[in-house]
Nanobody, 117 residues
Framework: QLQASGGGLVQAGGSLRLSCQIS????????MGWYRQTSGKQRESVAT???????NYADSVTGRFTISRDSAKNTVYLQMNSLKSEDTAAYYC?????????????WGQGTLVTVSS
């Protein structure tokens, strides 16, 4: 299970920190990440971090967002600074785990981030 939290309403220029705790499985994790989706649009990758600690960011958030993880707590975080109205979306955490044939993706329930201008 993935339990995401930390969303809310914030003014443009403000900050939020999302958390996603992973329970039930702590092995075979290839990568963790955050995705976001707005109404009528496809879900897009925001930031990912591999089991080796390699991070990747969408161009639109580079320099403003930081993904990190606490392996001991099985938790992945997304620190969001300098938020813009276009960051408004439902944010979903993701865990990709190793499987016999192809990796399996698990998703959290989503947490809403609203940035007011």
């Amino acid at each position: 299970q993935l339990q995401a939290s930390g969303g809310g309403l914030v003014q443009a220029g403000g900050s939020l920190r999302l958390s996603c705790q992973i329970s039930g499985r702590n092995f075979g994790i290839l990568a963790m990440g955050w995705y976001r989706q707005t109404s009528g649009k496809q879900r897009e990758s925001v930031a990912t971090i591999t089991s080796g600690g390699v991070t990747n960011y969408a161009d639109s958030v580079t320099g403003r967002f930081t993904i990190s993880r606490d392996s001991a707590k099985n938790t992945v975080y997304l620190q969001m600074n300098s938020l813009k109205s276009e960051d408004t979306a439902a944010y979903y955490c993701n865990v990709r785990v190793r499987a016999p044939i192809t990796p399996i993706d698990y998703w959290g329930q989503g947490t809403l981030v609203t940035v007011s201008s």
